[in-house]
């Protein structure tokens, strides 16, 4: 395992996913493929808006072509569905990603089924969910659950035989991480809010994915000396003003667990793992 003195920090295991991702747009590029992700947003949230900002800016530089399909907040579910078929039958767009929430007037579920799943670069159709459970099928993991295991594989922390507790549950990251870990041959417990004794169980573990959405909440006791710590969590301290994850950062570190840090951390990562899959599905389109 690699030196985590400094914190697990996202940047450099998303330097090095760059890398592999230039490549493979390298290689496209020269077979005249232009890897073009289209970006649907409903509105203008501001952490939509913030996310858009890194996306962009990440494919620009893996060279990815980036095309926004921008629509009012009271668009109709006929127009939003028209616009996903149209991305669905464009060829030069290899995948799609579709900002959640979105406005209650919508039919969010319809919406994501609309996506065909091979563009589907967020796992958010029922044809990537199968491919991360099932292990095969078109479509591709949310990014940011595989934004863990692209870290946790850069520090080259032990998965195969080691035990992981996920703290959390949804369908975005907590259950597709736990399904990826278990791909990794890791033994895997799911945790939540209402688990009993939680600490109990996270420190009893080498691997802990903290997926709570809950601000600080896991503590020094919920660690101890030796573990990886890896935190999704990002929430707004209105004690501190500033982000935070789902870990006392600070306490933990001091029980000797290698932590994340938030920002800085598995966030950084998501986008160069949202631009890889856009590569991969071009890939996949030109036969490769």
């Known amino acids: 395992m690699e030196n985590v003195s400094g914190g697990l920090r996202g940047k450099p295991a998303a330097d090095a996913l760059d890398l592999e991702t230039k490549e493979t747009v390298r290689a496209l590029r020269e077979r005249g493929v232009i890897p073009t992700l289209a970006i649907l947003r409903v509105g203008a949230k501001s952490e939509d808006l913030s996310y858009e900002r890194g996306a962009m800016?990440?494919?620009?530089a893996d060279g990815i072509e980036v095309r926004q399909v921008l629509l009012p907040e009271n668009v109709s579910q006929a127009e939003?569905?028209?616009?996903?078929?149209?991305?669905?039958?464009?060829?030069t767009v290899h995948g799609i990603l579709m900002f959640r929430p979105l406005p209650k007037t919508l039919d969010e579920q319809a919406a994501c089924a609309a996506i065909?799943?091979?563009?589907?670069?967020?796992?958010?159709?029922?044809?990537?969910?199968?491919?991360?459970y099932a292990g095969k099928g078109a479509g591709f993991a949310p990014c940011t659950a595989e934004a863990v295991i692209a870290m946790l594989r850069y520090y080259q922390v032990p998965l195969r035989g080691s035990r992981a507790?996920?703290?959390?549950?949804?369908?975005v990251i907590g259950k597709p991480v736990a399904m990826l870990l278990l791909a990794e041959h890791a033994t895997v417990t799911i945790c939540h809010s209402r688990t009993a004794d939680l600490p109990a169980v996270t420190r009893e573990a080498d691997l802990v994915v903290a997926a709570l959405?809950?601000?600080?909440?896991?503590?020094?006791?919920?660690?101890?000396?030796?573990?990886?710590?890896?935190?999704v969590g990002i929430n707004?301290?209105?004690?501190?003003?500033?982000?935070?994850?789902?870990?006392?950062?600070?306490?933990?570190?001091q029980t000797g667990a290698a932590v994340s840090p938030v920002p800085g951390g598995v966030g950084s990562v998501t986008t160069a793992v949202l631009a890889s899959h856009v590569a991969r599905a071009a890939q996949r389109r030109a036969g490769e």
């Open 236 to 253: 707004w301290s209105e004690t501190k003003q500033k982000l935070v994850g789902d870990v006392d950062t600070e306490a933990a570190a």
């Open 57 to 60: 800016k990440r494919c620009a």
């Open 116 to 132: 065909l799943p091979e563009k589907d670069v967020d796992g958010v159709t029922a044809g990537s969910m199968a491919a991360v």
């Open 165 to 171: 507790v996920v703290v959390g549950r949804s369908l």
């Open 213 to 231: 959405g809950k601000a600080e909440f896991l503590g020094a006791a919920y660690f101890r000396a030796g573990q990886t710590v890896i935190d």
């Open 80 to 91: 939003l569905l028209g616009r996903i078929q149209a991305l669905n039958e464009d060829s």
